[in-house]
Structures are given as C-alpha cells and as structure tokens.
C-alpha cells in the first residue's frame, strides 16, 4: 500500500527564517512521483514540485529547495527567507505507476505553516 | 501552466436537492480527471477517477449513485451530489491530467458546498 506522512501538523516561524517541511512516503512501486503543493486560505492547489523516482537530484527554485533521499525515503521542503505569503498548507503527495487510474495523488495531511512578520 | 476552472466555487443548497459541479480544462484536452474530497482542516481523498468516454472508477467507500461523474467530452467532467445531506457538505476539488501517461495534474479552484 501506499502512504504519505507528513509528521509536521503546524509549524509557526518568524519572517526570513528558514523552514523545512518533512514528508515521508512508502511504496513498493519502483516508478513513481512526488508532488508538492501549496494551497493557500482561498483554497486552490498550488502545483509547486513534481519530482520522479528515478531523478533524486536536488532541486532549488528561488527560495525553495527540496532534498529528495529515497534511502530514507523522504522528500524533504525548504523555505529559505520565510516571507508572510508563504503561510499557508503545504500537502506532499504520491503517484505511483504509468498513466490512467494509476496516476491518482495519495496525499500527506498537509503541514500548516504560519509565517509571522 | 495549464489551467482548470470549477464552477461553481461555491453553492448553498436545501437539503435532499442535487448539485452539480463542473471540472474544465480550458487549454489542454484530458482523458483523465480525478475528483478530490476534503473536510475541513483535513488532506484530500481520491473520491474517483474520471475517464472520458467511460464509467468513473470510484475509490472504496464511495457511493456511485450518491456521486454522479460524467465525462462526456475531453474537456468537461461533472460531479453531481444526488440528494445532498448536511453531511455531503465539503470542498470538492477537481484535478485534469495533460495527455497520457506521466503527463503533469493540475487542479482546479475547488468548489466549496453546503447543505443545509
């Protein structure tokens, strides 16, 4: 079966500090993706990251990085310089297998970020 | 990145009457769209997968006849809450593959119900 822990429920921190938000996966699929995804209070889901099983290169984006160890398996986020519109819930997801039915996302239960100024 | 409406964001509705929520994707074609639950506070869970031109597969626990979804273009899926109860009240949210195969989700506003 397939499962997405994101331990962290609530994290608070004060502007332009750094965070990281934890996310574990288990699957015995060989192929599969991650995801990120930030929904902010309005609700919508932010596509931040999709990331394959077979690349665990290291990825930055401006102030975000995320740190993918399938030793461990975790995909791992970091906000550098946290900034207020930051706050939000950040959900990492899993996807398993090629195409159809199979690409459904098996969502974390998000990690609540509070920026504070 | 592509984009996917809902519609209506969100609806107030009696209870024992039906709503209908629409999933579009406006500039790529989808052959497969996924409808999401989520309670409040919660994460989101995988109701059903929408495949044009055939039967929805719907997750475990999740009933066809209350949760109508239809596909009938590459562009439009819909989910209809028969009969809503207090109960049905929750965000529903859409998301619309491009292409086949790997190809990137993206999701849609949500759709936020009601019932009263």
């Known amino acids: 079966a397939q499962k997405v822990t994101q331990a962290q429920t609530e994290i608070s921190v004060v502007e332009k500090e750094d965070v990281t938000l934890d996310c574990v996966y288990e699957?015995?699929?060989?192929?599969?993706?991650l995801f990120w995804y930030k929904q902010p209070p309005s609700g919508e889901l932010v596509f931040l990251i999709r990331?394959?099983?077979?690349?665990?290169q290291n990825e930055i984006s401006g102030r975000y990085s995320w740190n993918f160890q399938k030793s461990t398996s975790s995909f791992n986020f970091t906000i550098t310089a946290s900034q207020v519109v930051d706050s939000a819930v950040y959900f990492c997801?899993?996807?398993?297998?090629?195409?159809?039915?199979?690409?459904?996302?098996?969502f974390g239960k998000g990690t609540k970020l509070s920026v504070k100024p | 990145g592509a984009v996917v409406s809902q519609h209506p964001s969100w609806v107030i509705c009696k209870s024992g009457t039906s709503v209908k929520i629409e999933c579009r994707s406006l500039?790529?074609?989808?052959?497969?769209m996924f409808w999401y639950r989520q309670f409040p506070k919660q994460s989101l869970m995988l109701m059903a997968t929408s495949n044009e031109g055939s039967k929805a597969t719907y997750e475990q626990g999740v009933e066809k006849d209350k949760f109508l979804i239809n596909h009938a273009s590459l562009t439009l899926s819909t989910l209809t809450v028969t009969s809503a109860h207090p109960e049905d009240s929750s965000f529903y949210i859409c998301?619309?593959?491009?292409?086949?195969?790997?190809?990137?989700?993206?999701f849609g506003e949500g759709s936020r119900l009601t019932v009263l």
């Open positions: 997801a899993l996807s398993v297998g090629y195409g159809g039915s199979q690409g459904n996302l098996i």
């Open positions: 500039d790529f074609q989808a052959t497969t």
């Open positions: 990331r394959n099983s077979f690349d665990e």
């Open positions: 998301s619309a593959r491009v292409g086949t195969g790997t190809g990137e989700l993206f």
């Open positions: 699957t015995r699929d060989t192929t599969y993706y």
